[in-house]
């Protein structure tokens, strides 16, 4: 399968939906992109597994490669590991929600849709890229469109927010950029090229400056702890759609960054700092449990306790074995599927409510079942329940983590387990707050889903309950590919 | 052999009721699916009798020792070469047993519920649910995997969650169901990390080999368990003190007890399931799932669940004396009777005739299910009846609720352990088992069963005797057209029950089930049994006195005994103790500081260098005005610096 497909067809229907004269046309040839993404998805998953299966066991899979800049040594290189693969069926999930949730977006509709689509390309070409200069051109793609997303079609706060958003991924980017040069520098042979430059083996003393700055760039992306605060006020004054993409995508950039790039070709660096990736991970998942405790808003509530989620794919990073990193990438995958959910139906009662402080809400369950379970079920699957995916991918982050048998991790890891008490607390006491009770005055007339709602809301719980109840195929999926980092690390100095 | 289809179709055909009722309920089946359910469930019940048939008397036995079989096993979840979570089935014994209980009571309880619930909003919602926890409770008494068991032990949690919170716009209910998830999830907590512990010294999560490896000394697995210590206690004794935390927190065992009698928010019928014969049991059963390790190689792990039982036992006993609430002396009395259960297990050993504590144990959870789902089966039909909770809106129901009067005299003589119903055979193990390894215990659950027998019967005696009813007081028309016991369906549950538990301790459970799957011959001790009986029939002679005539006794014994009383009414103030906690504590000390950090400091800190940024550009911008006057003022400055500059070096 030829991987362009994956940022041609987003770039082709971004450009079909500026010639399209009126918003019914955006938003049903958006659909249409999003479903061909979809599809196309499922085909690489299938095709990949269909490869893995008659024994091809190269790291990378459908590799193609075009010169694109012969003197500075860039290439378009593509290529995907099962890592790959589930990022990229998480962001095909994740669009497809996204589009179905924004039926009812009315101004600048097609520029509104143009941005999603053009945002969803970023995405998929970084999780292919595998030379450092096009996935870092890629990175920005994905940020740029957000600014606009949230200063335009956000509410609240939302100049302060969208400025601040772009202003920290920015930085955040700076400090990938500076991190990519140091290693671009590093060997004879100048070279962006992330197979090579793994098989090269990078020097220890740049590894021990350019790892720091990769991870803590690349953290930006994904909340790590101090430099999450975007998160908050980014998710809660975007657009609906906008927060889907952000937590669901955007925050899984990072992520994917930190394993790829950072842990991948520095694993000298990897271990020298793994204490301190522990240490803040640790922080960020019992301090945003905490603090998510204190919320009145909804939108804030999520935002926070995805701080909370985002930390243990760090601590499963930091914790460098091969169950652990497995379950860092199923929690990528499962919180990006979750908190879109999270979002969407947020969105959806806000659109009746016209709130989103808890304390306004009540018995929303009576007026609206269709929101209210699903509220629920995103809920239940926040709180780490069996049957859905966010249990199986905490467990593997324990069940990974308790492998060191040092004080120093066995603590972190005790301490990161509590979280799920505190996790229990707040998602109980939003859910039973705003579904359950008394229904509150003036809410007599509210309306259930529409089918679009429905639609998105289900293909996510599809994509769940996949995970949920039988994760051997997504643990087959990424465990090879973490295997990969883990031979890079068992590599003596 | 087994047959795997059969054993697997007993919990999936109630998950199929639950998926089929929950997602199509609503709109086509509105009122058959009460029916549905049971008959899914009849099915269930029908295949649990037939496993434990063939398992008893066909194919479980070889050589005299029942096996531990696993005839279906599938990787769920790959974590290493050896360490994986299974989805299986295991058929032992207690298992078995759990089967046929589980099934038997959740039967009663769809058929029960088809009167009492009847004309509810959301019937169906609510067969779902039962559907849902009878599923998750089957998977979790036939899990071969303790990762397995931990799936479906949360999966019965949030059943449980779901039900105490049916009747979802109150807020007494939504604060109950709320309390009861969070409780029990902080003792989760505790069974997780125990797993990590266990499985990390064993190198596997299977509980046979787990079992295997850490009751012989000479594995590697049992070495390094015994030898790593924290806080001079080894690996293993925490690893099985914290899974017992666990148990302990779905068992309602003190301190973790808290939320079981809020849980009696929920409608009865699930009070009965729930609450009282299934998924409380669900610690015992994990205390009895891994007892081979416990008893041989952690003897001070065991002693702690003695003792917590024992403790249990007696405070909720005392505190059962006092309420007014009768679904609340249920509850308390469930605690109560499930700490028997818990120090019967603790003062067992490991094989032969010292492990006769374990077979009491077992036998005590299957008569305690067939009494106490009787007693809720029947305070339901009573609650029914008087649309109240209260001991002082009801008395004298004997004469209009008769088939309610003679099944819950049943249970209460069950309970109290008078002879020959279920609870005496079952209690009088228990009591024999402890006065053999433990004295303090023997002597405490002594003065339990005395408390047990008085406030069983004062519940029973302020029920169905005591003042003249209600409907006499008001001349007979309270309920204009008042529904009696409810019909058939609710009444032939409280009567197959009372069967049970009339004539369950007839059965030799200690051919059946022992710590080491051999036969365990029970001997009956007249001399023994006095002093228990003795004491139940006191407590009941003083219920008697004090609540079968409306007299001013029970006013003046509470006076008397002033301070006592007032403690164990107000439930020694354990929950007040808890909301200062979780209030003052966890929420002002942690929760407010870290969300005002987040707010001010780390964010003060980002907001800072954004605004010092500006600061500084402020400051400097108007060098870059575009004025062309101004940069001719600045390039004169500067040409007239640099020639004083040269003008000073050269000269």
């Known amino acids: ?493 | 052999m087994p047959n795997a289809t059969y054993i697997a179709l007993i919990p999936l055909l109630p998950l199929a009721g639950f998926l089929m009722l929950g997602i199509f309920g609503r709109k086509y089946f509105k009122n058959t699916s009460g029916v549905i359910g049971a008959a899914l469930l009849l099915i269930s019940t029908v295949l649990a009798l037939y496993t434990a048939y063939g398992y008893f008397f066909e194919y479980g036995k070889v050589d005299g020792v029942y096996q531990k079989l696993v005839p279906l096993k599938y990787t769920w979840l790959q974590f290493s070469e050896n360490v994986s979570i299974d989805m299986g089935i295991i058929i032992d014994p207690v298992s078995v047993m759990m089967l046929v209980v589980v099934t038997f009571v959740s039967l009663m309880v769809h058929i029960y519920s088809l009167g009492y619930m009847k004309g509810d909003e959301r019937f169906p919602t609510y067969y779902a649910f039962l559907g849902l926890f009878t599923f998750s409770m089957l998977g979790l008494v036939v899990s071969s995997n303790i990762f397995q068991i931990y799936i479906f032990w949360e999966l019965v949690g949030v059943s449980s969650f779901l039900l105490i919170g049916y009747y979802y716009d109150k807020p007494s209910a939504v604060a109950a169901c709320k309390k009861a998830f969070i409780v029990t999830r902080f003792a989760d907590v505790g069974f997780l990390i125990g797993i990590l512990i266990l499985a990390f010294h064993s190198g596997t999560l299977d509980f046979n080999t787990l079992i295997t490896t850490l009751t012989s000394p000479e594995t590697e697995g049992y070495k390094s368990a015994a030898a790593a210590s924290f806080m001079g206690v080894s690996a293993l004794t925490w690893g099985l003190a914290l899974v017992f935390v666990g148990g302990a927190g779905k068992s309602a065992m003190f301190p973790l007890h808290i939320w079981l009698p809020d849980a009696m928010e929920g409608p009865t019928p699930v009070s009965a399931l729930i609450h009282a014969a299934t998924m409380v049991v669900a610690g015992v059963f994990l205390v009895a799932r891994l007892f081979p390790v416990f008893a041989i190689s952690s003897p001070n792990a065991l002693t702690m669940v003695g003792y917590v039982g024992a403790i249990s036992a007696l405070i909720a006993a005392i505190i059962a004396c006092t309420q007014t609430d009768i679904k609340r002396v249920l509850a308390y009395s469930t605690m109560s009777q499930i700490g028997y259960m818990m120090f019967a297990l603790g003062v067992s050993k490991y094989g032969g005739e010292e492990g006769l504590g374990y077979t009491a144990s077992m036998f005590h959870l299957f008569t305690h299910a067939m009494f106490k789902a009787l007693l809720f089966l029947g305070a339901g039909a009573v609650i029914h009846y008087i649309h109240s909770n209260e001991m002082k809106d009801m008395g004298g129901l004997r004469k209009y609720l008769p088939v309610t009067h003679i099944t819950f005299l049943i249970a209460c003589l069950a309970i109290a352990g008078v002879p020959p119903f279920a609870g005496f055979f079952s209690k009088e193990e228990i009591l024999l088992a402890a006065y053999e390894h433990n004295t303090a215990i023997y002597w405490i659950a002594l003065i339990t069963s005395g408390l047990t027998a008085f406030y069983m019967f004062r519940l029973y005696f302020n029920i169905f005797w005591n003042a003249p009813s209600p409907l006499e007081r008001a001349g007979g028309e309270v309920h204009g057209e008042h529904h009696g016991e409810g019909g058939f369906v609710m009444m032939m549950p409280l009567v197959l029950l009372a069967v049970g538990a009339a004539g369950a301790g007839f059965i030799p459970f200690g051919h059946f089930i022992s710590s080491d799957g051999k036969q365990l011959n029970t001997e009956f001790h007249l001399q023994f049994s006095i002093a228990p009986v003795a004491l139940g029939l006191a407590g009941i002679f003083i219920a008697m006195w004090m609540y079968k005539k409306q007299n001013n006794r029970p006013d003046k014994i509470a006076a008397s005994l002033s301070s006592l009383y007032k403690a164990a009414y107000h439930k020694f103030y354990i929950d007040e103790i808890y909301t200062f906690i979780t209030q003052k504590i966890i929420f002002n000390l942690i929760g407010r500081p870290a969300a005002w950090f987040d707010k001010n400091v780390v964010d003060g800190m980002i907001n800072a260098t954004g605004n010092g940024t500006k600061d500084i550009s402020e400051s400097i911008k108007g060098l870059q005005s575009g004025k062309v006057q101004s940069y001719a003022i600045y390039f004169l400055a500067g040409v007239i610096g640099l020639a004083l500059l040269f003008i000073y070096w050269w000269t």
Request: hydrophobic share 55%; net charge positive; glycine share 8%.
């Open chain 1, 1 to 493: 399968m030829n991987l362009s497909l994956l940022i041609l067809i987003p770039l082709l229907t971004a450009a079909a939906v500026l010639l399209m004269r009126n918003a019914a046309q955006v938003r049903w040839v958006s659909l249409l992109g999003a479903s061909a993404q979809l599809v196309l998805a499922f085909v690489l998953l299938f095709l990949f597994n269909q490869q893995r299966a008659a024994g091809n066991t190269a790291q990378m899979l459908f590799e193609t490669q075009y010169n694109w800049f012969p003197s500075w040594n860039i290439s378009f290189h593509l290529g995907v590991d099962g890592i790959s693969v589930a990022m990229i069926l998480l962001t095909a999930f994740v669009v497809i929600a996204g589009v179905l949730v924004s039926w009812n977006v009315t101004k600048m509709t097609k520029e509104f849709y143009f941005l999603l689509i053009l945002l969803s390309m970023g995405a998929y070409g970084f999780f292919i890229s595998l030379d450092l200069f096009i996935l870092f051109f890629f990175l920005e793609i994905a940020v740029i469109p957000k600014y606009l997303l949230i200063g335009i079609w956000g509410s609240g706060k939302k100049e302060y927010a969208a400025n601040k958003l772009a202003l920290m991924l920015m930085g955040g980017s700076a400090l990938v950029l500076v991190g990519l040069l140091g290693i671009y520098f590093s060997g004879k042979e100048h070279s962006f090229d992330l197979m090579k430059l793994a098989a090269l083996n990078i020097p220890l003393q740049i590894q021990m400056i350019c790892f720091p700055l990769l991870f803590a760039g690349f953290g930006v992306f994904t909340a790590l702890f101090p430099l999450h605060t975007w998160v908050p006020d980014g998710h809660s004054s975007a657009p609906t759609a906008g927060s889907m993409f952000l937590a669901g995508i955007s925050m899984k950039l990072g992520g994917y960054g930190c394993l790829r790039v950072a842990t991948f070709l520095m694993p000298e660096g990897a271990k020298e700092y793994a204490n301190i990736i522990i240490i803040l991970s640790v922080i960020a998942i019992l301090y945003g449990a905490f603090a998510t405790m204190m919320q009145k808003d909804l939108k804030y509530i999520n935002a926070y306790s995805s701080v909370s989620h985002c930390g243990f794919v760090l601590l499963g990073i930091g914790m460098l074995t091969k169950t652990s990193m497995t379950g860092a990438v199923m929690q990528m995958v499962s919180h990006g599927l979750m908190t879109a959910l999270f979002f969407a139906v947020i969105g959806m009662i806000y659109e009746r409510t016209h709130t989103r402080q808890v304390s306004e809400m009540g018995g929303l369950l009576k007026r609206m079942p269709f929101i209210g379970t699903v509220l629920f079920i995103v809920g239940l699957c926040s709180l780490g329940l069996p049957g859905l995916s966010g249990f199986v991918a905490e467990m593997t982050v324990f069940m990974g983590s308790w492998q060191h048998p040092d004080t120093f991790r066995r603590i972190a890891t005790i301490l990161a387990c509590l979280s799920i008490v505190v996790t229990a607390v707040y998602i109980l006491r939003a859910i039973t707050k705003t579904a359950m009770g008394p229904l509150k005055e003036g809410f007599e007339l509210l309306t259930d889903a529409t089918w679009n709602e429905k639609l998105a809301a289900l293909i996510l719980i599809a994509g769940i309950i996949a995970i949920g109840i039988a994760p051997f195929w997504l643990n087959d999926l990424i465990a090879p590919g973490a295997e990969v980092i883990m031979q890079k690390l068992a590599i003596p100095k």
